[in-house]
């Protein structure tokens, strides 16, 4: 056989013209039209987009899919989610977790996510269950999906006295990014340069969840600048929500934006929790609070979208379907055209990826061979329809198969 796989009849991102993949020892061989139809297994594919594996960035599994043990919302209160999750926590166990992270983490591979960073919480209340419950997933779900935990304190650092030393046990025992929570210490730049300290200290990315509110003239964010540009964490640094920027003037979103541009801090927008939980202290107007990441990216920086919370009471809603989210984004932010729609397709792949800091992403001969066969022609029409995943591979494997709805009319 001259390879193990060949999808036949594909089309690439930015190319309307049909062509042949090949892959080969779990990376992409070739990519012509016309190869050699001879190889363990071939697919037509019909002309369907073939797109690298999607990739999540930020997303709990570990507190994925608890809505039906945390009663009714009390009220509109802001803090109310974070508070509604940790008066459960302590029913969590670690074959508990295991079994939501299990359900969420494979919804999210059968449509199309090969990539994943996922958010997990220590504290007392919780301890390292939670942690173990989604480690335990990570060896036996690599055949789909690459995992990585980013640990944080969700319930508070300095004033959660215990948190701290679970952290660093976590980051001894496999989490490989630290996140943080800074709007749950009294605190938040103690927090933030704290967990600077624990970055350098072990070596690890940084990807903190930051500036949900409505003051774009109180950003945290300005603060990681001149961290990641003291300590050369440039480039490693990620924050999540940023809503503040959704309420910032177009000239101080610039200059937020630049200046992040400008320290190598990337933004990930999480549209379903950012709409879900913003605007609590309004009664009519309800704001959006999600910021425009089409926008960001032309100012020059990095942003790129996720899931984030699927089925708690940050959202009570969702299923990991990130081509569902990005619709979700382009909605909300008013980003119809095709050419806004084009960049919102690279916020869950490609720029995902330079979040990651993958370099070998990407659909080009000796990468590996994460793929997924979209049921649409080109990424546009695929956000336009929310389309579905027909095929996904890891490294070359095919990792699941979804079947097209067939209608049967009467005969
Ligand atoms: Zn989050």
Redesign the pocket.
């Known amino acids: 056989m001259a390879f193990d796989l060949l999808l036949t009849n594909a089309r690439l991102i930015d190319s309307e013209a049909l062509t042949d993949i090949a892959v080969q020892g779990g990376r992409i061989a070739a990519i012509a039209p016309g190869l050699p139809r001879e190889a363990g297994e071939i697919l037509d594919v019909g002309g369907c987009l073939v797109s690298p594996g999607f990739i999540e960035t930020?997303?709990?599994l570990d507190k994925s899919g608890i809505i039906g043990r945390c009663g009714c919302e009390p009220a509109r209160n802001p803090h109310g989610a974070m508070e509604r999750v940790s008066a459960v926590k302590h029913s969590f166990t670690v074959e508990d977790v295991n079994a939501r992270a299990r359900a969420t983490l494979e919804k999210s591979i059968s449509h199309g996510t090969t990539i994943m960073r996922t958010?997990c919480e220590v504290d007392p209340k919780v301890g390292m269950r939670g942690f173990q419950g989604v480690k335990a997933l990570v060896d036996a779900y690599a055949w789909a999906i690459d995992l990585e935990i980013c640990v944080m304190p969700q319930d508070g650092m300095l004033d959660n006295p215990g948190t701290e030393e679970l952290m660093i046990e976590a980051l001894k025992s496999g989490a490989t990014v630290i996140g943080a929570a800074p709007n749950y210490d009294r605190d938040r730049h103690g927090q933030i340069r704290r967990v600077f300290e624990l970055a350098v200290e072990f070596d690890v990315d940084v990807d903190m969840?930051l500036d949900s509110g409505t003051n774009p003239h109180d950003m945290d964010v300005i603060l990681v600048c001149e961290l990641a540009e003291r300590h050369g964490w440039q480039g490693r640094c990620a924050i999540?929500?940023g809503t503040k920027l959704a309420s910032a003037t177009p000239e101080r979103f610039l200059e937020v934006t630049h200046r992040m541009a400008q320290a190598g801090v990337a933004l990930t927008v999480?549209p379903a929790?950012d709409l879900f939980l913003m605007g609590r202290d309004q009664t009519e107007n309800v704001r959006r609070g999600v910021v425009d990441g089409v926008a960001m990216l032309r100012a020059g920086a990095l942003a790129n979208l996720s899931t984030?919370?699927v089925q708690n009471p940050?959202t009570p809603f969702g299923d990991a379907q990130l081509i569902r989210m990005a619709n979700l984004l382009a909605n909300v932010t008013q980003r119809g055209d095709a050419a806004d729609l084009r960049m919102v397709w690279d916020m869950f792949t490609a720029h995902s990826a330079r979040l990651l800091r993958r370099r070998d992403y990407g659909l080009a001969v000796g990468n590996p061979a994460d793929m997924v066969v979209v049921d649409a022609p080109d990424p546009v029409q695929a956000l336009r329809d929310i389309a579905p995943v027909l095929y996904g591979f890891k490294r070359g494997r095919r990792s699941f198969t979804r079947q097209r709805a067939e209608l049967h009319p009467p005969a």
């Open positions: 930020h997303i709990h958010h969840h999540g929500h999480l929790t984030n919370n940050f």
